[in-house]
C-alpha cells in the first residue's frame, strides 16, 4: 500500500513568511508524528499526534511552530515568520497502535530559509 | 541533549567487510530502534529489539541490547556499496506515545 506521503519536497521561503507543510499518513495509522533533523545531525521530536486525544506539543521549539490534525488523517505543521535557523528537513511519522514500535517515515520535506 | 549517541561518527570500509556501529543512551527503555538515511532523506526502519532480548538478526543485519550498560550495537556483515548511508539509533522509552529519541548518526561508506 502507499507509504507516508509529505509535500512539498522543496521549499524556500524569505525570512520572516509562514510555510505550511503536509504530511499524509499510512490509511489507518492513528498516530503521527512531526521531528525536525538539522544538517548533519539525527532527528528532533517536534509533536505528537494520537487518535482524537489532545496532541503532545512539548517538542515544539517556539509558539511559532504549530501543527493540526483532521481526524486520523492529513496533518500540516506550520512555521510562522520563519527564521533562518528553521532550515532542516522535517519528516514525518505515521503508526498503527497497537504494534511493534516502528514508525512509518515519509521522504521529508527540505525548508530553506532565506 | 540526545537520548542517543553513536559512535563512531563516520566508518569507511571496503566491500565485504563488516561494519560495526555502537550507540549508548540514557534511560530506561521499551525498545530501541535501528533506522537507515539515504541522502539525508526518508528514514527505512532496519530492526526493532526489545528491552527484554538480548540479540536479533534479520539478514544481513544483527543487533545486540545491554541494557545493563544502555547500550546497543548493529553488525552489518559482508557489506555492499548499497549498505552506504546514515544509520541513526533511536529509543523508545514509551513516553509521549512512544517518540523516538535519535541519536546523531554514523556515516558509513562501503568504498567498491
Known amino acids: 500500500g502507499a507509504g507516508v506521503s509529505q509535500s512539498p519536497s522543496n521549499k524556500v521561503t524569505e525570512k520572516g513568511k509562514d510555510v505550511e507543510l503536509r504530511c499524509d499518513p499510512i490509511s489507518g495509522h492513528t498516530a503521527l508524528y512531526w521531528y525536525r533533523q538539522r544538517l548533519g545531525q539525527g532527528l528532533e521530536f517536534l509533536i505528537y499526534?494520537?487518535?482524537?486525544?489532545?496532541?503532545?506539543k512539548s517538542g515544539l521549539p517556539s509558539d511559532r511552530f504549530s501543527a493540526e490534525r483532521t481526524g486520523e488523517s492529513v496533518s500540516t505543521l506550520t512555521i510562522q515568520r520563519t527564521q533562518q535557523e528553521d532550515s532542516a528537513v522535517y519528516l514525518c511519522?505515521?503508526?498503527?497502535?497497537?504494534?511493534?514500535?516502528?514508525?512509518?517515515f515519509g521522504p521529508g520535506t527540505r525548508l530553506t530559509v532565506t | 541533549s540526545q537520548q542517543g549517541e553513536e559512535d563512531p561518527q563516520a566508518l569507511s570500509i571496503q566491500e565485504g567487510e563488516n561494519a560495526t556501529m555502537n550507540c549508548s543512551y540514557k534511560t530506561s527503555i521499551n525498545n530501541l530502534q535501528w533506522y537507515r538515511q539515504n541522502s539525508g532523506r526518508g528514514l527505512v526502519h532496519l530492526i526493532l529489539?526489545?528491552?527484554?532480548?538480548r540479540e536479533k538478526h534479520s539478514g544481513r543485519l544483527r543487533v545486540t541490547l545491554d541494557t545493563s550498560k544502555k547500550s546497543s550495537s548493529l553488525l552489518i556483515t559482508a557489506s555492499r556499496a548499497a549498505d552506504t548511508a546514515s544509520y541513526f539509533c533511536?529509543?523508545?522509552?514509551?513516553?509521549?506515545?512512544?517518540?523516538?529519541?535519535f541519536g546523531e548518526g554514523t556515516q558509513l561508506t562501503v568504498n567498491p
Open positions: 529489539i526489545r528491552s527484554n532480548e
Open positions: 533511536a529509543t523508545d522509552a514509551g513516553t509521549s506515545g512512544s517518540r523516538l529519541t
Open positions: 511519522a505515521s503508526r498503527q497502535f497497537p504494534d511493534a514500535g516502528r514508525q512509518y
Open positions: 499526534f494520537q487518535g482524537n486525544s489532545a496532541p503532545d
